[in-house]
């Protein structure tokens, strides 16, 4: 008898115990190069760095418990040309101008995040470094309400800051300070203070009630202002306009604010503007899908679908639900659940909007679909969208897949936390990272002297910009580690403060259903 190969089901030849292990190893390797990086993140340890980044972010003389070392006094002067004291607040991205429109929405943006996710956040330990990042912002927000129409809305000169590569502790470029007032209004800006101003005052309601009320008598006066003198602050400020363009007007902004007081007063007034003004501001009207510095019409149309219950009326209850179509359409573009217009994703499957610091839209489309998604849980219902209906827990597994991207579950492996991880942008585009810790060499260092002597360098900047969320990769996932690529490599304030809440909420999640098996 011909001797034949034993066959085991299905006709496949029996192996020997060795060949089974080396077919065993040949499918653990397909398998991981098919799925490169499943695992767990540690969100706890992801929360903390995020808020060590904002105080590497810090302009004005640092408190005793500064915790980023590499940091040192720096705009002491801010304001005095202008002899008012604007000393304080954050820098707003790489370089060193104090641009008060994207600074207020990462306010907002903080507080919300802490108005959530309080618990999560103090269940980690980190409920006072939150605390400390929103009020150090909110200081000097006070400080730049200096009276009742009058806001500063940013500190320095971009084009004259951008000519030079130095630290802010050596900072030698033009501190001058701009505002707005009656004669040149700015309802944005004016609406967006008011809306983190009021935010925040939530968040210290209990810890700290006059702060929190301080902060929401200056948020009703500066929301008047905005709303009786009507103007774009970049036609009033044009040293904004190149970088910090208000393109969606202010009508999202006088929305946005008037809900936010809405929130921390429980006043009427504010709701009913909100109703009146749904269609005349485009807040019922704009289907949007972005959620930016800019463009707030998504968060409007998703606090306000959450008010429904306020409604005592027909109409009002109408105008709401109208407000909620528009918020589901943006959720569920996310989700690509619409027929038309659903926002692209990489093949990595990274959200992708636009090439320049695309990882903001992921940070706070992650952010609203994760709150979003508790709201739904916690009145049983489910989103609405053209393809289907789309349950919480799909929505919030949608939104931890791109945090994962960000931390590393990416097709390249890499962290766009700054810190976070073994591999993270070593070139961030920001000027004191890259130059050496003032605390290491004092010495001055020119405008120019920067660029020639650490700009172009070809190692790691030397201060690693911890928790920073940097721009990202581009619409094929690759990702330049060079500082000179500012669309890719510069981190800005208002991608990192969704971040805080989601990193809680996700910590929260694994812990929990970790606990239950
Ligand atoms: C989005 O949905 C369309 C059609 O329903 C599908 O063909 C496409 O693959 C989806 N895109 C992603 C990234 O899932
Ligand atoms: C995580 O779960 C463990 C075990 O149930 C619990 O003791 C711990 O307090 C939890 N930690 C957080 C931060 O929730």
Known sequence: MKERKQLGVLGIPKLHLHQRNYLLLIFIFIFMITFPVIQAFDYAEALAKSLLYFESQRSGRLPYDQRVSWRHNSGLTDGLEQGVDLVGGYYDAGDHVKFGFPLAFTLTMLSWSVIEYSEQISDLGEY???LKAIKWGTDYLIKTHTSPNVLWAQVGDGDADHYCWQRSEDMT???????????NPGSDLAGETAAAMAAASIVFRKSNPHYSLLLLHHAMQVFEFGDRYRGKYDSSVPEAKNYYASVSGYKDELLWGALWLFKATGNEDYFNYVIKNADSFGGTGWAITEFSWDMKYAGVQIIASMLLMEAKTKEETVILKQYRSKAEHYLCACLNKTHKNNVDRTKGGL????QWNNMQYVSAAAFLLTLYADYLQNSNQRLHCEKGLVGPQEMITFAKSQVDY???????????????????PMKVHHRGSSVVSYRENDEF???TQGYHNWYGREEPN???????????????DQFRDKRYDYMQSEACLYNAAPLVGIFAKLHHLNNFSVASQ
């Open 351 to 354: 959200l992708y909007v636009r």
């Open 128 to 130: 006072k470094h939150a």
């Open 445 to 447: 260092i020119s405008c």
């Open 406 to 424: 960000i931390l590393g579950s990416n097709p390249i492996g890499m962290s766009y936390l700054v810190g976070f991880g073994s591999k993270y």
């Open 462 to 476: 030397p201060n690693v910009l911890m928790g920073a969320l940097v721009g990202g990769p581009d619409n094929h």
């Open 173 to 183: 470029t033009s501190r001058r300070a701009y505002k707005i007032d009656e004669k």
